[in-house]
């Protein structure tokens, strides 16, 4: 589970990874009397917009999808916000369901900073997960469903761009074309 701002955005840079086979929008972190979207856009909750990232291992690794989070996905540097979104529902955090995940996420934050990858320290949460709430229908897959939207251009589809470029062998379907 990966909060990095608005989950349209994160669900977008996922769905295009070799080897991840699902991507569904969500809440974490709160409750489920507060998990719908009006309410956890209100600020007041302690969800985060999130997105649950399902993948084989045999294709695509943890620390790959970590890769793409920290380099791709949002600015882990950014305090309850991610571009214009402002608020504690667009926090950066790995919400982890194994103390595996925990280490590895840790770790690699913790190797980030040594090499000082950011020009600010990172304030990405990392916590566990303790319960899912899928987002309300119309979330799913939003980006590639609304692509001429204008917060969908400005803000997922420069992420969309990236990855295309920055991970064009992860692909899906990157091997069938070489």
Known sequence: MLAGGCFWCVEAVYKQLDGVSSVRSGYAGGTAETADYQTVCGGTTDHAEVVEVRYDPAKIGFGQILKAFFSIAHDPTQL????PDVGRQ???AIFYTTEGQKRVADS????LDRAKVFDRPI???????????????????YAARNPLNPYILFNA????EKVRKHF??????AASRS
């Open 90 to 92: 667009y926090r950066s």
């Open 157 to 160: 589809r420069p992420k969309v």
């Open 123 to 141: 304030v990405t949460e990392v916590a566990p997960l303790e319960r899912f709430y899928e987002a309300e229908t119309y979330h799913q897959d």
């Open 108 to 111: 690699y934050i913790a190797q």
């Open 80 to 83: 309850d916000r991610q571009g």
């Open 168 to 173: 064009a062998d992860r692909l899906k379907g």
